[in-house]
């Protein structure tokens, strides 16, 4: 039983205890996670957005067997924020109908911009075709300094949705504006969109006359060609905006203090890091003529496992990291406004069209080394929101090397391509690609990560769309008064 002079007692010592620990659970929580004042001088706020085009998890899942083992971790492991992103697309003829497998021009569009629109279109409404204004254009609006790096063509999808407006992705430099070849098919360009009709002009000339501080990747090719107005090349045009252009590894160590940047290192996409034994991809198993009769009898043939070697034709590339680094240097050095920063790992994507996954499993790896260089820079710049994610998801699926069914003596084996990797830990991964019997496999609809560094916490929800992400970066940077994910048509 309770002494009346401890009836009294606890209470109060129960009061005292919640006064002392309520400012000390707070104080904790500040040192974990610095929050930078909006508009301070010495603290401006940054986004570095960083996209892994087609990774979605099987992705993820399948590089880090393959670099680290199952047990081991990347440092896309190590975020403290992890969510998921539901892709959004539109039919072009009925805006009002969803399209539930997208491209990454309408992805991108809906990260960039906050729209939804239809595959193909690069910051452009469906139907209507009218331009949404980017987030790239919000920022220099509001005076802050804004960068694009892709492993593609800097013309590429991903890339141009964050400064160009253009009705068809495919439409990147002036010799594809009346009509374009694709697949060996050839299609109408884009003419409404040429500057003869009051357009702002293809891809690479909307890119050389932008008012990027850096763009890097690939893509030289869309450069050469002559403007439309016939005066110069693209390029010149870019170096007669401010356009400080380095095409190697070594120019790009020695850039001039102060300038603009635009960097070429390769005609069109980069080469990948890494590729399959002898430049192997997916191959088809082989079932024994018994199991051609009936599936029931006889065996298979799978295709041999393999490690994955560095890719020769990388040689000099300049890395993701290493182009990240650079440009984290330019944006920031004497800045304090702020920046918004775009990385892109292409050729995860790419590289699954092609069934090949040595190639993707080393973008995955160079996206991780390029989310170091994020996570290193933040830590000296604390207002610093790092976002990672896919603009859709892709073909590679992680599957049994042996399958479940083997015991009943079964040939059972996919009907589609497949590698077999060795992975870190020893055993074999084995990974199917079956989208379709085309020369190329398509993407998925599946929704995707979504992951930040500590500054995402209470900002980021855990479950959003696609085209919410561009509320929650421009609410970040101060660009939106709403901070909702409305796009704004120009």
């Known amino acids: 039983m309770f002494h009346p002079i401890d009836r009294f007692l606890f209470p109060v010592c129960v009061f005292l205890l919640l006064l002392l620990v309520g400012p000390l659970a707070q104080a904790a929580e500040a040192k974990e996670e610095p929050k930078g004042q909006l508009g301070s001088a010495t603290s401006p706020r940054n986004v570095i957005l960083i996209i892994g085009d087609g990774m979605d998890d099987h992705q993820i ?24 992103v539901q892709v959004l697309t539109v039919s072009d003829e009925d805006p009002g109908k969803s399209v539930y497998v997208a491209d990454s021009a309408n992805s991108a569009t809906s990260m960039s911009t906050g729209g939804i629109t239809s595959r193909g279109r690069i910051a452009t409404t469906a139907s209507t075709d009218q331009d949404l204004e980017t987030i790239v254009e919000l920022a220099e609006a509001a005076g802050m300094r804004t960068g694009l790096i892709a492993t593609s063509s800097i013309t590429d999808a991903t890339p141009a949705a964050f400064v160009s407006h253009i ?57 050469a060609p002559m403007t439309e107005t016939g005066e110069m090349t693209v390029l010149e045009q870019a170096e007669k905006n401010g356009f400080h252009v380095v095409t190697s590894r070594e120019e790009l160590k020695n850039i001039p203090e102060g300038r603009r940047v635009m960097g070429l290192f390769g005609e069109s996409t980069l080469p990948v890091r890494l590729r399959g034994e002898d430049d192997r991809e997916a191959e088809t198993p082989k079932p024994s003529l018994l199991n051609r009769i009936h599936w029931f009898f006889g065996t298979v043939e799978l295709p041999e496992p393999m490690e994955c ?115 870190a830990d020893g055993s ?55 901070g909702d994910s409305s796009s704004s048509v120009r």
């Open 61 to 84: 899942t399948i590089a880090r067997n393959y670099l680290v083992g199952a047990q081991g971790r990347l440092s896309l492991d190590d975020l403290p924020v992890r969510s998921a």
């Open 167 to 223: 009705s068809m992705r495919f439409c990147e430099d002036p010799s594809s504006m009346s009509t374009l070849e694709f697949a060996g098919m050839e299609m109408e360009g884009c003419k409404a969109d040429m500057m003869a009709n009051g357009g702002p002009g293809s891809i690479s000339e909307q890119i050389s006359v932008s008012d990027l501080e850096v763009v890097m990747g690939g893509g030289a090719q869309h450069f």
């Open 309 to 423: 070697e560095l890719n020769p034709e990388f040689g000099d590339t300049p890395s993701l990291k290493e182009m990240t680094d650079v440009a984290l240097d330019l944006l920031s050095d004497g800045n304090e406004k702020g920046f918004f920063l775009m990385v892109e790992s292409a050729s995860i994507d790419k590289q699954s069209h092609e069934r090949k996954a040595c190639g993707s499993v080393g973008e995955v790896q160079q996206l991780d080394q390029a989310l170091d260089s994020a996570l290193a820079f933040a830590k000296t710049h604390p207002d610093t929101l790092i976002l990672v994610t896919a603009d859709h998801g892709h073909a590679a699926q992680l599957i049994p090397d042996e399958s479940l069914f083997a015991r009943t003596g079964i040939a059972v084996y996919t009907p589609g391509h497949m590698v077999r990797l060795k992975g």
């Open 428 to 482: 074999n991964i084995a990974v199917n690609y079956a989208t379709n019997d085309f020369f190329a496999e398509e993407h998925t609809g599946v929704q995707v990560p979504l992951l930040a560094n500590g500054v995402g916490r209470g900002r980021v929800p855990g479950m959003l769309t696609q085209p919410q992400l561009f509320g929650l970066m421009t609410d970040y940077l101060g660009l939106s008064d709403t």
